[in-house]
């Protein structure tokens, strides 16, 4: 399962970088200044990238036995802005003792 943790974190962290840009600097841009490029480019970016997160989410789940509720919730998350950084952290956290379970050295 540490595979399908490390792409789902690095797949989430670059769907919040995106969807960060695309909201604090595309949009502003966009509506501000009449320049759609950033969000021609950043959001169709953001849009092929958020399926790719679904995808290792989906993957994710399957492989720690998640119900649909959270699964549901955690694909979710890549749609509001900056919350896809906080559901990577919890997510991080709710499997973390599953890796953790290293057996200690014997000393002595």
Known sequence: MGGALTRYRVIAWIVGVALAVLVLIGMPL???????T????????????????????FDLS?????????????MLAGTVPFVSFYAERRV?????????????????
């Open 62 to 74: 399957r492989r720690a036995d998640w119900p649909l509720k959270r699964m549901l919730l955690v």
């Open 30 to 36: 966009k509506y501000g200044f009449d320049e759609k």
């Open 92 to 108: 991080s956290h709710w499997l973390a003792p599953e890796h953790a379970r290293t057996p200690e050295p014997v000393t002595g």
């Open 38 to 57: 950033v969000v021609a480019v950043v959001g169709t970016a953001h849009g092929w990238l958020y399926m790719l997160y679904l995808v290792a989410t």
